[in-house]
């Protein structure tokens, strides 16, 4: 179990890898960006995507479950108040292999709450070819394993 004292700066943190289908692209834009390019292989070969790719959001969302997959899920967080930025630097292509990782840039003790701790991370999700296809920032919370009044 990771808690906020076991986030050190520079300390890196795998993503779980996962392939994206067409099918998958296709059932996320139905539901939640139905563009062309994200919805027909034709479509997508004759915008500047290149292919079939995922909304933008789609690889947001597959990040989060890369995340989850990879380290969170043994973690004691508390969730998030937020991303400070998230860049879609390439397309994500029906196919492609996902896989990234979590780079701890600071962590502090919140004295508003004891016992919670705020993590800032620089996560990027990059495809087989080893390109960057997502980067983003964001601060997460966890517990830490004394309550704050001694300090770990």
């Known amino acids: 179990m990771l808690y906020l004292e076991d986030f050190t700066p520079g300390r890196v943190l795998p993503l779980a ?6 099918e998958a692209i296709i059932a996320f834009a139905s539901e ?11 479509a997508g070969r004759t915008s500047i995507l290149g292919g079939l790719s995922a909304s933008g959001w789609h ?23 937020g991303i400070d930025f998230m860049e879609w630097k390439r397309p994500v292509l029906a ?3 996902l896989s990234g990782r979590s780079t701890v840039i600071e962590a502090r003790r919140l004295q508003s709450r004891p016992g ?6 620089l ?3 990059t495809n087989q070819n080893g390109e960057v296809a997502m980067r983003g920032e964001n ?3 966890f517990r830490t394993r004394t309550d704050g009044s001694n300090p770990a």
């Open 95 to 97: 196919g492609d292999r």
């Open 123 to 125: 996560h990027e999700v």
């Open 59 to 81: 690889t947001a969302s597959v990040f989060m479950r890369m995340m989850y997959d990879g380290w969170l899920a043994d973690s004691t967080s508390e969730g998030s108040p």
């Open 139 to 141: 601060p997460i919370m």
């Open 32 to 42: 939640f960006d139905p563009q062309p390019m994200h919805l027909d292989e034709e």
């Open 116 to 121: 919670i701790g705020l993590v800032r991370f």
């Open 17 to 22: 890898s996962q392939t994206i289908t067409a």
